[in-house]
C-alpha cells in the first residue's frame, strides 16, 4: 500500500485552521513541532537565523488522532504544549476537558517533558491525565517538585511503561517504547513505535550516536513506513562555542553517510526533526538542504501528516 504523507505545510494559528481533518483513515499522525527543546528564537542567539520572529517553529512534539474513538494522545510535552493542544483539538474537533488522552514521555531533558506544568492548578488545573513514562521517568515525576504535586493534586497519572512492550491505547494503535542511549542525567532515553492499523512510524529524536545503540538503525528504518530521527545539528560548525562531546548527537552530515547505501525507498523514509535553531535545514535556500534532498532524504516540518 502506498503510503499515504502529505507534504502540504500549514500554519496551525487558529485563524488559518482548516477545521476538517482528512478521516480518510481511522487513526493519523501529525507533527506538532521539529526544533530542538530550546526553541526558536532561541535565547540569548543574536545571530540571523534568530533574528527573525518564527511563531510556526515549535519544539518537537506529534499528536496521534484515532477518529473512531475520538481519542487524541500528545507524544512529548513541550515548552508550547498550550499551542500544540489547542492545535490538536481543533484538528480532531475535540473539547476535551484536559486537553488530551493522554502524553507520552520520551525523557527528562527541558523540551521533552517542561510543558506538564501547564496542566497544573496555576493553568489548566487538568484532571488525572494519563501520563507515560519508563521506570525512572516515572520515579523522577513522583519524587521531585514541582512535578511531584502534580501527582498528588491529581492532575496527571503517570503510568509506568517498560521497555519494547506495546501500550495499547485502541484496537487500531499502539506505542512501543525503545530504549536508546543518551544522556541520562534524571532519567533513561526512549524512542517510540507508533504502530497503526496499517502504518508504523520510528520516532528517534534524541540519541547520542548510532554507533552506541545496540539495534541497528538502517534495519530500524526499514521495517518503519516512516522514520523521524534526530537530526539536531547538521555539523560541528554550528555549535563553535560549546563542546560538542558534551551534548552528543548523530550529526546529519554523518547520519547521511551512514544511510548513503540504503535502498531509495528506504531513503525517502527518512525525516530529520529535532532541529537545533542553528541547523542550516531550517534555511529553506541553504545548500544543506538543498544537499539533503538531492541525496534522497527529507526534514520533517510541522503540519506534516502522516496516516496510520
Given at each position: 500500500?502506498?503510503?499515504?504523507?502529505?507534504?502540504?505545510?500549514?500554519?496551525?494559528?487558529?485563524?488559518?485552521?482548516?477545521?476538517?481533518?482528512?478521516?480518510?483513515?481511522?487513526?493519523?499522525?501529525?507533527?506538532?513541532?521539529?526544533?530542538?527543546?530550546?526553541?526558536?528564537?532561541?535565547?540569548?542567539?543574536?545571530?540571523?537565523?534568530?533574528?527573525?520572529?518564527?511563531?510556526d517553529k515549535k519544539v518537537v512534539s506529534l499528536g496521534i488522532m484515532d477518529f473512531s474513538s475520538g481519542k487524541h494522545w500528545l507524544i512529548e510535552a513541550t515548552p508550547d504544549l498550550p499551542s500544540q493542544l489547542r492545535a490538536q483539538n481543533k484538528l480532531i474537533q475535540s473539547s476535551h476537558p484536559s486537553g488530551t488522552d493522554g502524553i507520552f514521555l520520551t525523557h527528562a531533558h527541558i523540551g521533552?517533558?517542561?510543558?506538564?506544568?501547564?496542566?497544573?492548578?496555576?493553568?489548566?488545573?487538568?484532571?488525572?491525565?494519563?501520563?507515560?513514562?519508563?521506570?525512572?521517568?516515572?520515579?523522577?515525576?513522583?519524587?521531585?517538585?514541582?512535578?511531584?504535586?502534580?501527582?498528588?493534586?491529581?492532575?496527571?497519572?503517570?503510568?509506568?511503561?517498560?521497555?519494547?512492550?506495546?501500550?495499547?491505547?485502541?484496537?487500531?494503535?499502539?506505542?512501543?517504547?525503545?530504549p536508546v542511549p543518551h544522556r541520562d542525567e534524571f532519567s533513561e532515553t526512549v524512542g517510540f513505535i507508533i504502530q497503526g492499523p496499517s502504518k508504523k512510524v520510528l520516532f528517534i529524536p534524541d540519541i547520542?550516536?548510532?554507533?552506541?545503540?545496540?539495534?541497528?538503525?538502517?534495519?530500524?528504518?526499514?521495517?518503519?513506513?516512516?522514520?523521524?530521527?534526530?537530526?539536531?545539528?547538521?555539523?560541528?560548525?554550528?555549535?563553535?562555542?560549546?563542546?560538542?562531546?558534551?551534548?552528543?548527537?548523530?550529526?546529519?552530515?554523518?547520519?547521511?553517510?551512514?544511510?548513503?547505501?540504503?535502498?531509495?525507498?528506504?531513503?525517502?523514509?527518512?525525516?530529520?526533526?529535532?532541529?537545533?535553531?542553528?541547523?542550516?535545514?531550517?534555511?529553506?535556500?541553504?545548500?544543506?538542504?538543498?544537499?539533503?534532498?538531492?541525496?534522497?532524504?527529507?526534514?520533517?516540518?510541522?503540519?506534516?501528516?502522516?496516516?496510520?
Amino acid at each position: 500500500m502506498k503510503l499515504k504523507v502529505c507534504f502540504t505545510a500549514f500554519y496551525f494559528a487558529l485563524s488559518n485552521l482548516n477545521p476538517a481533518f482528512p478521516q480518510s483513515t481511522q487513526v493519523s499522525l501529525v507533527v506538532l513541532g521539529t526544533i530542538q527543546d530550546g526553541g526558536s528564537p532561541h535565547i540569548g542567539c543574536n545571530k540571523d537565523c534568530c533574528k527573525v520572529q518564527d511563531e510556526d517553529k515549535k519544539v518537537v512534539s506529534l499528536g496521534i488522532m484515532d477518529f473512531s474513538s475520538g481519542k487524541h494522545w500528545l507524544i512529548e510535552a513541550t515548552p508550547d504544549l498550550p499551542s500544540q493542544l489547542r492545535a490538536q483539538n481543533k484538528l480532531i474537533q475535540s473539547s476535551h476537558p484536559s486537553g488530551t488522552d493522554g502524553i507520552f514521555l520520551t525523557h527528562a531533558h527541558i523540551g521533552h517533558y517542561s510543558g506538564l506544568m501547564f496542566l497544573g492548578k496555576e493553568a489548566l488545573g487538568a484532571a488525572s491525565v494519563n501520563v507515560y513514562a519508563m521506570p525512572r521517568m516515572a520515579g523522577f515525576l513522583n519524587q521531585n517538585a514541582p512535578w511531584s504535586q502534580l501527582v498528588t493534586q491529581k492532575n496527571i497519572s503517570v503510568i509506568q511503561m517498560s521497555a519494547e512492550v506495546p501500550v495499547e491505547l485502541s484496537k487500531n494503535l499502539k506505542v512501543t517504547p525503545v530504549p536508546v542511549p543518551h544522556r541520562d542525567e534524571f532519567s533513561e532515553t526512549v524512542g517510540f513505535i507508533i504502530q497503526g492499523p496499517s502504518k508504523k512510524v520510528l520516532f528517534i529524536p534524541d540519541i547520542d550516536k548510532w554507533e552506541k545503540w545496540n539495534k541497528d538503525i538502517r534495519d530500524m528504518i526499514h521495517a518503519a513506513d516512516i522514520a523521524l530521527v534526530d537530526g539536531t545539528f547538521f555539523s560541528n560548525a554550528e555549535i563553535g562555542y560549546r563542546d560538542v562531546s558534551a551534548i552528543p548527537h548523530p550529526l546529519v552530515s554523518e547520519s547521511m553517510e551512514k544511510f548513503k547505501d540504503l535502498d531509495p525507498a528506504d531513503k525517502k523514509k527518512i525525516y530529520f526533526i529535532h532541529l537545533n535553531h542553528t541547523n542550516p535545514l531550517l534555511q529553506q535556500e541553504s545548500k544543506e538542504l538543498k544537499h539533503l534532498k538531492n541525496a534522497g532524504f527529507n526534514i520533517a516540518f510541522k503540519g506534516m501528516k502522516i496516516e496510520l
